[in-house]
């Protein structure tokens, strides 16, 4: 394993319940490189990321963080070792302000930097985080990795149901995190815009790592028989 690893999976067994979903997830995110995690629906990328985050348990592999195993921590002490999860669906509670949702990870100092860096969120600061459109609510979602920077940041299927362009601003926070040191996982079912700011590509299914490597080594055909299972 190389010491610049800031997220590691071994073998990595969990599910739900009597379902397991994860066979054996083996994925490495050195720091300073985004890798993106790509495979259809229900391959388990989320379950992947519950996993690193902490939030469902492995009954066998480790996850280690640096190098040193986390496998038994639970969610709140990985993020207190610098793992920032961004969930599916964003993960912002509506019916608390675009302002309370930023207070509930942020100091007053920290806030301010927020509005300082987003200036959509300033603008929206007193409004319901619910009323914000989707893109909004994932920059609200990721504002507190941006001024705060974690270890590791995973991002499960961030640009969903986003326009271009909003798609774009979010990668141009994944970039500046990147050049930060931070390590990056992100999720996306369809290959689209993040192959073009990946720096290694990781496709899962059935619950497995099928194939990972250099972004320069994914081709359309690589990307039809990842689909199709051909590989
Ligand atoms: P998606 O794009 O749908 O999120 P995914 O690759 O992220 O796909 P997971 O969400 O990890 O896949 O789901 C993998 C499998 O685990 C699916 O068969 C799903 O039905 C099952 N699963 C996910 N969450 C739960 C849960 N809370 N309880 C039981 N089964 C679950």
């Given at each position: 394993?190389?010491?610049?690893?800031?997220?590691?999976?071994?073998?990595?067994?969990?599910g739900?319940?009597?379902?397991?979903?994860?066979r054996?997830?083996?994925?490495?995110?050195?720091?300073?490189?985004?890798?993106?995690?790509?495979?259809a629906?229900?391959?388990?990328?989320?379950?992947?990321?519950?996993?690193?985050a902490?939030?469902?348990?492995?009954?066998?592999?480790?996850v280690r963080?640096?190098?040193?195993?986390?496998?038994?921590?639970p969610a709140h002490?990985r993020?207190?070792?610098?793992?920032?999860?961004?969930?599916?669906?964003?993960?912002?509670?509506?019916?608390l302000?675009?302002?309370e949702?930023?207070?509930?990870?942020?100091?007053?100092?920290?806030?301010?930097?927020?509005?300082?860096?987003?200036p959509?969120?300033?603008?929206?600061r007193?409004?319901?985080?619910?009323?914000?459109?989707?893109?909004?609510?994932?920059?609200?979602a990721?504002?507190?990795?941006?001024?705060?920077?974690?270890?590791?940041?995973?991002a499960?299927?961030?640009?969903l149901?986003l326009?271009?362009?909003?798609?774009?601003e979010?990668?141009?926070?994944?970039?500046?995190?990147?050049?930060?040191?931070v390590?990056?996982?992100?999720?996306?079912?369809?290959?689209?815009e993040?192959?073009?700011?990946?720096?290694?590509?990781?496709f899962?299914?059935?619950?497995r790592?099928?194939?990972?490597?250099?972004?320069?080594?994914?081709?359309?055909?690589?990307l039809?028989?990842?689909?199709?299972?051909?590989?």
């Open positions: 394993p190389s010491a610049a690893d800031a997220l590691r999976l071994e073998g990595a067994v969990a739900y319940g009597d379902t397991t979903v994860l054996g997830v083996d994925l490495a995110v050195p720091a300073g490189r985004v890798v993106a995690l790509l495979g629906n229900g391959a388990g990328k989320s379950t992947t990321c519950l996993a690193a902490g939030l469902v348990p492995l009954t066998a592999g480790r963080i640096d190098g040193a195993d986390v496998t038994g921590l002490r993020a207190g070792a610098g793992v920032f999860l961004a969930p599916e669906g964003r993960g912002v509670f509506p019916g302000t675009v302002e949702n930023l207070a509930l990870l942020l100091r007053e100092d920290a806030r301010a930097e927020v509005y300082d860096r987003l959509v969120l300033a603008e929206r007193a409004i319901d985080a619910g009323a914000l459109s989707g893109g909004e609510q994932q920059i609200l990721l504002a507190p990795a941006l001024v705060r920077p974690p270890r590791i940041l995973i499960d299927e961030p640009s149901g326009a271009p362009l909003v798609v774009e979010i990668f141009q926070i994944f970039d500046e995190l990147r050049r930060s040191g390590a990056l996982l992100v999720v996306e079912e369809k290959a689209g993040v192959l073009a700011m990946a720096d290694t590509v990781a899962m299914r059935l619950g790592v099928v194939w990972s490597g250099a972004r320069s080594e994914v081709d359309d055909d690589l039809t028989n990842a689909y199709l299972g051909a590989l």
